[in-house]
């Protein structure tokens, strides 16, 4: 097996592949001849997607998928097979947000959250198992994120269920070590993407001029550009690597974590409200 995955005539299936870092990724694939089978709940969006990744020789479909339903995920790798007739790399990028404290979210917006940033992860993995290891050279690619390293307060579901991707891969990759796949998780930081602006928040929780306002001050937070996150978790991909951190606020809270794993929140206030 070469060093480097040659990504050129493979096939990857990409989830929430309409927008941000799923399109990011697509169109990184695309650019080094990988073919795709991009899936997410907005076929208007995840279509501009396909045009942008288009090229010539190129394969490139699009399926409306919720990773969330779990007869669509069964019935969504027969469909991708007749397709392509062959899956190599599966990228499960889909996921939500929801903030609030844990007292402060219910039960119904806890499971809501897990059904697609975890269980959907799990789902679409035990669904194209079988055909990754049809390949002779597979990658399996599982979004986390920053919030997979630490758990700051008001992040207790989305964090709960990063740390569950990371967990899950991390397992996953002893697993499968004497096989084809490999395993790569990654843990995006800030990157400019839609998730802070359509991040769910319980009923109640506060007014909608306060709610405007935490959604501006987060979304200030993320500045790295969705194509150069793509970019660098396709580069990972090629370089077999198996975690990729994203970013250079992930890299230094990743490195604080290590040397703190306790008292790393303090550490971190130091930085202030910018960082």
Not at 78 to 93: C, E, K, P, Q, T
Not at 193 to 201: D, E, L
Not at 234 to 242: D, F, L, T
Request: hydrophobic share 45%.
């Amino acid at each position: 097996m070469p060093r480097r995955m040659i990504l050129r005539d493979r096939t990857a299936v990409v989830t929430g592949a309409a927008s941000g870092i799923g399109r990011a990724i697509a169109i990184s694939l695309a650019r080094r001849g990988c073919h795709l089978a991009l899936a997410d709940i907005n076929e208007p969006q995840l279509a501009e997607t396909a045009r942008l990744a288009a090229a010539p020789n190129l394969r490139i479909t699009c399926h409306g998928l919720d990773v969330a339903d779990r007869k669509a995920v069964a019935c969504f790798p027969s469909v991708v097979m007749a397709a392509h007739g062959r899956v190599d790399i599966l990228v499960n990028n889909a996921g939500v947000a929801l903030g609030g404290t844990f007292e402060q979210v219910g039960e119904a917006d806890f499971d809501w959250l897990f059904e697609i940033n975890f269980w959907g992860v799990v789902r679409m993995t035990r669904a194209f198992l079988p055909h990754l290891r049809a390949s002779d050279d597979a990658r399996l690619v599982n979004l986390s994120s920053v919030y997979g390293l630490v758990s700051p307060p008001g992040q207790t579901a989305y964090s709960a269920s990063k740390f569950a991707v990371r967990g899950f891969s991390q397992s996953l990759r002893f697993e499968l070590k004497d096989s084809k796949i490999g395993v790569t998780v990654v843990h995006p930081g800030g990157v400019a993407t839609a998730i802070a602006r359509n991040a769910r928040v319980p009923k109640g929780l506060m007014s909608v001029e306060e709610e405007e306002q935490r959604r501006s001050a987060a979304e200030k937070l993320l500045r790295m550009l969705p194509e150069m996150a793509g970019e660098v978790i396709v580069q990972g991909i090629e370089r077999r690597k198996a975690r990729v951190i994203v970013g250079t606020d992930a890299k230094i809270i990743s490195l604080i974590e290590r040397v703190a794993p306790v008292s790393y929140l303090k550490i971190l206030a130091q930085f202030g409200p910018r960082r």
